[in-house]
């Protein structure tokens, strides 16, 4: 909440008797701000609102931050001084106040079977901006990459490696400017390996005897499997190197076959009064808890004595809540209902009571393909990168204005920005151009934007730390829109660390750039005189360095030209 959304709620309970709570400061269509309180106490006073509301407003003088209190159709409505708030906004810089919590936070995690694919950095972008987004509002945050280095697919590439499977020659031709890193050529051998897995009988019973062996502690076979997945993982961050994502920790989902983890879950699963055992395996009977699973239970581990992913997973997290005060991961809408269940046996049978939460996002589509890894069908993050920066590239050098450093930073940021600008939950369908746009809704509107920002400052030739000559009346109406706009920032970034959502700085951060627009259009800044250039000018650092870190925010760069 900001400092002027403070003043008008003490005024309100100073005048009215009541604790107004934070709904209680609204956005006016009538005014800058109004308050229902007065619908809130008729109740209570058995008064019309429109009394109560009247009764209100006169005891409101003004000061401050309050030019005018009146009252309308039963809400109390503010209207603003305008040159206070200016002159608060931009003599003010707020820092975030440091919590008290640990948060563990869990992202990203593609399989290790080929190159990050397009549909998998919905995570990846996700998460990164929560990391930054928390941060900034004071928590301390701890990054997390789960690595799963054992199972079906990791066992198939590392028996088709171990027996010299030829990789797929047409797909080393089409992506030969990446054959040579790790991650493609697990890729190029997966898909030959997983030919030969679906069609050979043989093969199949080697690579089960292969996960048999690592689940029953021959090290030898769990190191074959885990060596095929870190060697891939190796490729992978460079690609997200490129998206300037980085993590704290790597753990490895074989790590809880190594110091017993699984088995330790198992122990007290069969303690617990769910427990049971049939023709499937080893799981819990979670029905009672509104989950409903074939075979009447949540298998654990298989008949065979292998251990399903769950298990692992189980005792992944016991370790990550021992970490901190609170556990967040992100997935994939396809696994909310392995999320109930983990989050059902934590709390019921290990009497987990520290915050496990969730940010499912929905996936990434694209138009009439149905894209397969297996099948050696992916649209690669890399040749997405490569094209957004040539067309960036191609923009900054008919402008005049950048190099290819420029490029990187624009061609990058509107790869991610489309993608984060969406609430999670919501379906993407990609589509090259719209992602490569750059007008409307996208990070190179909103880098322009501090980009301008910059080049006004510069042609200034001021050193703004100086000034002392300001004129904080007569602001224009368009002035007076960037300036509510540029006030609501700190409030947005508390919501969207609340929220888990980074998709609304995004959409403040469109906002903030459509507000810059009117205001270049109707407010000259450098043509204007003294005191009110003066504070144009200053409302421009302020811009320039919300931008900045508005864009920050979302692991974006923000060009100083463009």
């Known amino acids: 909440m900001n400092d002027v ?9 100073k005048a009215s008797g009541e604790e107004p709570a934070a709904e209680d400061i609204k956005e006016s269509p009538v005014a800058d701000y109004g308050s229902p309180i007065a ?3 008729a109740g209570k006073l058995k008064r019309k609102p429109q009394e109560i509301a009247a009764g209100i407003a006169a005891k409101i003088k003004p000061g401050g931050y309050i030019r005018e209190t009146t009252a309308e159709g039963g809400y109390v409505n503010f209207t603003l001084d305008y040159g206070e708030v200016a002159r608060h906004l931009l003599s003010k810089t707020k820092k975030p106040q440091k919590k008290s919590d640990k948060i563990i ?6 399989n290790p079977t080929g190159p990050v694919h397009v549909g998998r950095i919905r995570n990846t972008v996700i998460g990164d901006s929560l990391r930054r987004i928390l941060q900034h509002s004071g928590h301390e945050v701890e990054t997390h990459y789960y690595v799963n280095d054992i199972g ?3 066992a198939i590439i590392a028996l088709g490696l171990a027996e010299d499977v030829e990789p797929d020659q047409k797909l080393k031709e089409r992506y030969g400017r990446y ?3 790790p991650d493609y050529q697990t890729f190029f051998a997966y898909v030959e390996a997983n030919r030969r897995y679906e069609s050979e009988a043989g093969f199949q019973e080697k690579v089960q005897g292969l996960i048999q062996a690592a689940e029953s502690g021959d090290d030898g076979a769990l190191k074959q499997i885990t060596s095929a997945a870190r060697r891939c993982l190796d490729g992978q961050m460079e690609t997200f190197g490129r998206l300037g994502v980085r993590f704290d920790y790597f753990d490895y989902e074989s790590e809880s076959l190594r110091d017993g983890g699984v088995e330790q879950v198992m122990r007290k699963v069969r303690a617990s009064g769910n427990y049971v055992k049939n023709e499937l395996g080893e799981g819990l009977d979670l029905r009672g808890c509104g989950i409903e699973k074939g075979g009447g239970m949540s298998v654990l581990s298989r008949a065979d004595g292998t251990s399903v992913y769950l298990a692992r997973d189980l005792a992944y997290h016991l370790k990550k809540i021992k970490l901190g005060d609170r556990v967040i991961n992100v997935l994939g809408e396809d696994h909310k209902l392995e999320f109930r269940e983990l989050k059902t046996i934590l709390a019921g049978v290990f009497g987990v009571e520290k915050p496990v939460d969730v940010v499912h996002f929905s996936f990434v589509s694209f138009e009439g393909v149905k894209l397969s890894t297996r099948r050696g069908e992916i649209a690669a993050v890399d040749e997405l990168l490569d094209e957004a920066v040539a067309k960036a590239l191609e923009e900054v050098r ?7 450093k420029t490029a990187m930073m624009v061609g990058v940021g509107a790869v991610k920005f489309h993608i984060v600008k969406t609430t999670p939950n919501k379906q993407i369908t990609f589509r090259w151009e719209d992602a490569l746009d750059f007008e409307g809704e996208t990070a190179p509107y909103v880098q322009y934007a501090h980009a301008r920002s910059c080049r006004i400052l510069e042609k200034s030739g001021l050193n703004l730390d100086s000034i002392s000559d300001v004129d904080y009346e007569a602001v224009d109406r368009e002035e007076k829109e960037l300036t509510m706009k540029l006030l609501k920032f700190d409030e947005t970034v508390e919501e969207a660390a609340s929220q888990l959502r980074p998709d609304l700085i995004a959409t ?3 906002e903030l750039a459509g507000a810059y627009g009117r205001f270049y259009m109707k407010c000259p800044v450098l043509d204007s005189a003294g005191g009110v250039r003066n504070r144009r000018l200053l409302l421009m650092r302020k811009l320039r360095d919300t931008v900045k870190t508005g864009l920050g925010l979302l692991g974006i760069e923000a060009p100083e030209r463009m």
């Open 5 to 13: 959304k403070r003043q008008l709620l003490k005024a309100l309970e």
């Open 39 to 41: 619908f809130k106490l």
């Open 105 to 110: 936070l869990e992202h990203t995690s593609v």
């Open 152 to 154: 079906k697919q990791i």
């Open 179 to 181: 054959s040579g890193r």
């Open 398 to 404: 008919r402008r005049g204005l950048g190099d290819e």
């Open 508 to 510: 403040y951060l469109v």
